[in-house]
């Protein structure tokens, strides 16, 4: 009884007067069990933009992000302005097909936020990687609902002097080195709550 | 060709009913008289009966010209190249299509012929040679080789073209293009005609020669059951359709259709903002007319015609062929505002590039259910697949900002060298078709026990040089105190490349950055054996 009930009360088009929107957000499991406790649902919320601030390229935050490219199939992945080659080689090492990826060139920073919002928009990546150093609020409010349009994960990877700044996505996380582990320090958590997980990649 | 008889006329046979031969009467029963000298108005009374069928005066009033055109720098020797059979169906198209000044009824004789039926435009162009001269006139300033005839039924034409065209070669004289206006006069003229000329199969032409036969003369001569016979009823029709004794179907070519409309301006735009704006109603005619031919287009040209200077072009090609103008509309902004106006703009025209079948998309009901949304448990099966049309158009719009080496693919590639084992594809819709792939192939063959590779994640596109050296603390020889770089593991060592010039001899390493990043280095073998960085594990 009260399954059906509530499976009733998951209509979409049933608006609950607490507040909350009726959208139950869908996880994408990160691959690492560690992380995923302290992800509500379970996993990277999608669709949705996440920031990753990292000190330099190479911490770490490719290795993060491939259990979750890998589980979502044969959709497309988009790497825009990219700061080395994507190695193709090293991809299929990780099982994660290459010719799913879509590769720009480097790109002047407006010209990847505006190919990041087109990708986000168009609903055909699955997710959408830029690698941008400044971004406005006004910006990066479009980009997420670009990716909620596109049903698509935006993962924005910036320098870690931008913690401070405000930022309307779903999730932050500053990446660090420590020790040969990989320490991820959330900062923001969209309906839950921050905290550090250390894991060895 | 043998001497021609002293009789005037020679009449070959009245053929009896031949059940070899298709059941039309014109073919079996008309007696056939071949003029070998003068001819005295032989084969009009055979024409003049028709016995009660549909082809009964075939040909009658119609007068073809044939072009062929020469091969004449590959038959020489001076130059070859591979057969291009889309090429050529292009340029024979091109040529077609500028036929259409001359008459409406154009018909292709692919691989290198064409037809014309001339008939009712002699007179505007001042009789049967003066054309002739000026479709050969305007060939030769486009640049085309090409030889010519004109008679009453296509296929003599061509034959007769063809046959000028190897005479050609032979005698690399000035060409005459034979005109034969009278149907009386055809079989006097075919009748030199070498058998090759008439492009029947190899064995049948082989059987003809080692009958003593040589000339279409000789062919006409024989009697006509055996004939049938010997070499099939295709060839003897084709000889009847040649003569006028039987009606040939030509199937008529119509030049593919375009979009193609030049709007003059009221008053000039200077700013590109505006020529945009000035564009809209074009393309939204461009949109009507796609739709009610239910066509698409694979290019589009915009040319802005300026008060002085040359216009400016802008052209526009599409990964994949689309009807929706919205989606060009947008592409086109994209790419006018990176342009820069020279000179204001007074004129603009569109123009399409040929049209193509387009199978519309399904449009959305207007009472369409909401969007379903996935459960946390539906995985991304729930969530519905992109539409197959959306990854070519993020790649033209990207493209059409980015430019178009700006957005590529990645692949692997078998070579030991860690540069080579990489490459970029290139998206242009021809190279890399956008058909979702297959199930994902090795990959997942390797299982789920596998983790991390023997690869970096980021290659650097030129290795950097590690100043200070790589310590080893597996090895108690080196002295590790003092140096930051640190090796994890390795060597693995890579030698190749030494027959084409780029040969490399390195031992990688896996090793960490002073500041703790994995890292993919090598140590060149050679002197003076430096160590560099060459990509990052990400």
């Known amino acids: ?201 | 060709m043998p001497k021609p008889a002293k009789s005037d006329v020679r009449t070959l046979a009245l053929f009896p009913a031949d059940p070899a031969l298709p059941a039309q009467p014109s073919v079996r029963e008309l007696p056939v008289e071949l003029p070998r000298r003068k001819p005295v108005a032989p084969l009009a009374p055979a024409l003049q009966q028709p016995p009660g069928s549909a082809h009964a005066q075939p040909g009658k009033g119609q007068l073809w010209l044939a072009i062929h055109l020469s091969r004449l720098a590959l038959e020489s020797g001076l130059e070859t190249r591979p057969r291009d059979p889309l090429g050529e169906q292009t340029l024979l198209e091109k040529i077609a299509a500028w036929c259409h000044r001359f008459t409406p009824v154009v018909s292709l004789e692919p691989p290198d012929e064409l037809l014309l039926e001339v008939k009712g435009s002699l007179r505007l162009f001042g009789g049967a040679s003066a054309l002739v001269e000026s479709v050969a006139a305007g060939l030769r300033t486009r640049g085309i080789e090409a030889s010519l005839a004109l008679t009453p039924t296509p296929r003599s034409a061509v034959w007769l073209a063809r046959s000028r065209g190897v005479r050609r070669i032979e005698a690399s004289g000035q060409i005459e293009h034979p005109v034969v206006e009278r149907a009386e006069d055809l079989a006097r003229y075919l009748q030199p005609l070498p058998l090759p000329v008439l492009r029947w199969p190899e064995e049948i032409v082989q059987r003809l020669v080692s009958m003593g036969v040589r000339t279409t003369g000789g062919l006409l001569r024989l009697p006509r059951a055996g004939l049938a016979r010997r070499i099939g009823p295709h060839c003897v029709i084709e000889l009847d359709q040649a003569l006028g004794r039987h009606a040939e179907a030509r199937r008529r070519f119509r030049a593919p259709e375009r979009f193609d409309e030049r709007v003059s301006l009221e008053c000039e735009i200077e700013s590109i903002d505006r020529v945009t704006r000035a564009m809209e109603s074009v393309l939204h005619r461009l949109q009507r007319f796609l739709r009610v031919r239910e066509a698409a287009i694979a290019a589009l040209m915009l040319r802005l015609e300026h008060r002085a200077g040359p216009p400016t072009l802008v052209r526009l090609g599409l990964a994949a062929p689309t009807s929706d103008v919205a989606h060009l509309h947008s592409l086109l902004r994209e790419k006018l505002s990176k342009l820069e106006l020279r000179s204001p703009v007074n004129a603009l025209r569109l123009r399409s590039s040929a049209l193509l079948a387009s199978i519309a998309a399904n449009a959305r009901l207007p009472c369409a259910l909401p969007r379903q949304v996935p459960g946390a448990s539906g995985g991304f099966e729930s969530f519905p697949l992109p539409a197959a049309n959306a990854l070519p158009r993020l790649i033209e719009r990207l493209q059409a900002r980015l430019g178009r080496a700006g957005v590529f693919g990645i692949g692997s590639l078998d070579d030991h060298r860690p540069e080579r084992a990489w490459r970029a594809t290139a998206f242009d819709g021809v190279s890399r078709s956008f058909s979702p792939p297959g199930p994902a192939k090795v990959f997942a063959a390797l299982g789920e026990t596998f983790a991390g590779g023997t690869r970096p994640l980021w290659l650097l596109p030129d290795p950097e040089p590690i100043f200070g050296g790589v310590a080893d603390p597996r090895s108690e020889a080196t002295p590790s105190a003092g140096q930051a770089w640190q090796i994890e593991s390795g060597p693995e060592r890579i030698e190749s490349g030494w027959w084409d010039g780029s040969d490399l001899m390195r031992d990688y390493f896996v090793a960490r950055s002073p500041r703790g990043i994995r890292s993919w280095v090598y140590r060149d073998r050679r002197a003076p054996r430096r160590w560099y960085l060459h990509g990052l594990f990400g």
Request: glycine content about 8%; hydrophobic content about 45%; aromatic content about 4%.
């Open chain 1, 1 to 201: 009884m009260t399954q059906s009930l509530e499976s009733l009360l998951q209509h979409p088009s049933l608006w609950r007067a607490n507040g909350q929107p009726n959208t139950r957000r869908f996880a994408v499991p990160s691959g690492y069990s560690a992380l995923d406790a302290r992800l509500p649902g379970g996993g990277w919320p999608f669709p949705s933009l996440v920031e990753l601030l990292i000190p330099e390229v190479g911490v770490g935050e490719l290795n993060l992000l491939i259990p979750m490219l890998r589980e979502m199939g044969q959709r497309t992945i988009a790497l825009l302005n990219p700061p080395f080659i994507p190695y193709a080689p090293a991809l299929e090492e990780h099982r994660l097909d290459p010719t799913r990826v879509v590769v720009t060139t480097p790109l002047a920073r407006l010209e990847t936020l505006w190919a990041m919002e087109q990708a986000l928009r168009s609903g055909a990546c699955a997710a959408v990687l830029g690698w941008v150093e400044q971004a406005g609020m006004q910006t990066l409010r479009r980009l997420k609902l670009a990716a909620n349009e596109g049903n698509c994960i935006g993962v924005l990877f910036r320098s870690i002097r931008c913690r401070t700044q405000p930022s309307p996505a779903h999730l932050r996380a500053v990446l660090g080195m420590d020790g040969g582990e990989l320490s991820i320090e959330l900062i923001k958590v969209q309906s839950g709550r921050s905290a550090t997980v250390r894991m060895a990649l």
